[in-house]
């Protein structure tokens, strides 16, 4: 009864107008803004004190990237798919409430870690806690928001990836040579200056969730007159998405299905352990693999579930090439964006020798504007096309895929430090010019009941494509060649394949977009 009265007030504003947007809307969108910067800043920071941390636990550059990358995303692209699904039935804001609280208490808990394991595991509790953020929000913000500015506020959301990203390598930089300065020897509790700045960052996100408490909940899909009324039983998809998506456990959900199902999910899991295992034996990297083995398998395992529990919703995500393609051309953009902007800062200490808080100021600070810069830009420019032309948000993320290539190329073969302060500006600028449009047109590839299953679907390719695959990536490349230079221009592969997926989109969303409500019918959605 509390949650329908919460969302009532929002309703009405929400449904007042379609022309002007309520200026709670508004206020709402910046909250989210704010929690999304302090995501950003504690899953980032650990560029920034990369080489700290590299040299006080001993650690290679590949096994750095799988701290960034893997261990944090593989386990955010998991938990995202229960939390997409809860997102879609429970209480939005209390969600985000709950995971805000998490991710910060885990990033105080890294700044404790003292050895490669423990920090592994930190980070897997930030990925967990992040992974609630944003499936709430695109779902919150697509009910807060009409269509028409749908992309343009989804990228002012979106730029507190970028904020966040840039004040990490502000503040980290400076917290990190102001602590070993002043402490030397006998710090307090022990703690050097990166595990100091860990538990700097992560404090205020257990404040600031106090006043996302207090958010109102919109009528989710009122914004497109399709009201849908409180789930009867918001947890009981959660935890069946939950059984479905954690292995061993993935074995009960095709069990469910018959020997068929059995069958399809071990020769599923074999194939893929065999891959992961051929990978480890070339790499010697048997974390990295092993992570992206289960990660793999599970959602191999979550979509085939899907498709027997919910099939209107597999059909528009799953079963729709143009949704897919979308996300995939969008995870290169996150390949090159993700790696890039993590392996900058140890590329200007390490081969530059800059000083940390100099390189956390010049790379922070202008990537941070040119991220925001180009995120909205881009985000504009997307709707603006997408009013002339229903594919042409598509060739704003093409262009943010192809605009930042050349620049990523002078950033990792630079040896100027001006160069590559420019360089790594305007890579962040135009990479960024992507996200508004690949986000706003998966939300109008589904209908409202969907989003947060939408939301973690695109996210999965951002991740386990993006971020799990592309710092660890350039890692491995670098520990392989010895050469920092080497595993930056490595990343360069994800250009001509992002364009073959962004051209199928592009042929493809136009009428996947005008068929939605049809081809979830056919598929015994009751609309």
Known sequence: MSTTQ????????????????????????????????LNFVDRNIISILAEDIKADLGLRDDQIGFLYGTAFGVFYALFGIPLGKLADSWHRVRLMTVGLAVWSAFTVLSGFAKSFAALSVARIGVGVGEATA????????????PKKMRATALAIYSSGLYLGGGVSLLIGGAIVERWNEAYPVDAPLGLVGWQAAFIIVGLPGLLLAMLVFTLREPVRGASEGIATPPAKDPFRGFFRELIAVIPPFTLIGAAQAGVRGIVINLVGAAVIGAVAFGMALVT???????????GYYAIFSWASTLKRRDAPTFKLIWGTPAFLTTILGYGMVAFMSYAASFWAAPYAIRILEEAPSTAGWWIGGPG?????LGVILGGRMADWMRARNPAGRLVVVAFGLVAAAPFLFLMFTTNDPTVFYIAAFLQSMFGSSALGGAAATTQDLVLPRMRGTATATFFLATTLVGLALGPYMAGQVSTMADSLSTGGLSLLIAVPIGLILLAIAYRTVPEAERSVQERAREAGEEI
């Open 134 to 145: 944003s499936p709430s929000a695109y779902s919150l913000i697509s009910d807060w928001f």
């Open 6 to 37: 919460s969302e009532m007030p929002a309703a009405a504003e929400t449904a007042a107008s379609t022309d002007k947007v309520p200026a709670y809307s508004w206020y709402a969108l910046s909250v989210l803004v704010i929690i999304y910067v």
């Open 368 to 372: 941070a504007l040119g991220g925001f």
């Open 284 to 294: 010697e990297s048997y974390q990295q693999w092993i992570a992206i083995g289960i």
